[in-house]
């Protein structure tokens, strides 16, 4: 079954503790995005990943890292979390880029994250 | 600022009627908006898309209509049934630009709630 998955689905942890939220696709996606979603400002991307090794910053980067090591994971990193981290976080990933990309993004069931 | 919003935090309609969801947009050069549904718990899914050379897009129940003179989207939802109650998800994105990274702009979501 083509899916995106997450781990954890939940988590809750305390304001410095690093944590890594992982992400990986069996689809051979190149695109692998990551999301944040909270109430009033919809789904806003953290990072994007556009192949292996080639990762950029999206609109909220600021508090998170990520690497792209391999074509199907895509960890999401917090090295020192703070509450205004908590939120629901989405891995989405798609088949490539470009005019004729095919740009419908499928993603992951979600982590929820909070930091106390 | 918000370049995809969605004005309507919530829509309820009776089952078997026509459920309109509405999204305006702000960016003149977004070339390419698709419909996500989201269920709890759950990521959200594709469910159509439309892009700008068009003004209609239609997938069974799902009809997508784009007006790009005044900046607006619109799914329609013909008959709405009780498994369509879900978060839906307006977003847009520039896919033909140079340099285009996939990246969606998601507008905050609508909750439909279909009445049996």
């Known amino acids: 079954e083509a899916q995106v998955t997450q781990n954890p689905r939940y988590l809750i942890t305390v304001t410095g503790k690093k944590l890594t939220v992982t992400c990986s696709q069996n689809?051979?996606?190149?695109?692998m995005s990551w999301y944040r979603q909270d109430p009033g400002l919809g789904l806003r991307q953290i990072y994007y990943?556009?192949?292996?090794?080639?990762?950029d910053k999206g609109d909220v980067p600021e508090g998170y890292k990520v690497s792209r090591k391999e074509k199907r994971n895509f960890p999401l990193i917090l090295e020192s979390p703070s509450p205004n981290q908590t939120s629901l976080y989405f891995c989405?990933?798609?088949?490539?880029?470009?005019?004729?990309?095919?740009?419908?993004?499928?993603f992951g069931p979600g982590t929820r994250l909070t930091v106390l | 600022d918000q370049q995809v919003k969605q004005n309507s935090p919530s829509l309820s309609v009776q089952e078997g009627r026509i459920s309109i969801l509405n999204c305006d947009y702000t960016?003149?050069?977004?070339?390419?908006f698709l419909w996500y549904k989201k269920y709890p718990a759950e990521g959200p899914t594709f469910l159509i898309s439309?892009?700008?050379?068009?003004d209609k897009n239609e997938d069974g129940r799902f009809t997508v209509f784009l007006n790009k003179s005044a900046k607006h989207l619109s799914l329609h939802i013909v008959p709405s049934q009780p498994g369509d109650s879900a978060v839906y998800f307006c977003?847009?994105?520039?896919?033909?630009?140079?340099?285009?990274?996939?990246?969606?702009?998601f507008g905050t979501g609508t909750l439909l709630a279909v009445q049996p």
């Open positions: 989405a990933s798609s088949l490539s880029v470009g005019p004729r990309s095919y740009n419908e993004q499928f």
């Open positions: 689809m051979n996606h190149e695109y």
């Open positions: 990943s556009m192949n292996v090794e080639v990762t």
């Open positions: 960016n003149s050069m977004f070339d390419y």
């Open positions: 439309i892009s700008s050379i068009k």
């Open positions: 977003a847009a994105s520039e896919i033909r630009r140079r340099g285009a990274t996939n990246k969606l702009i």
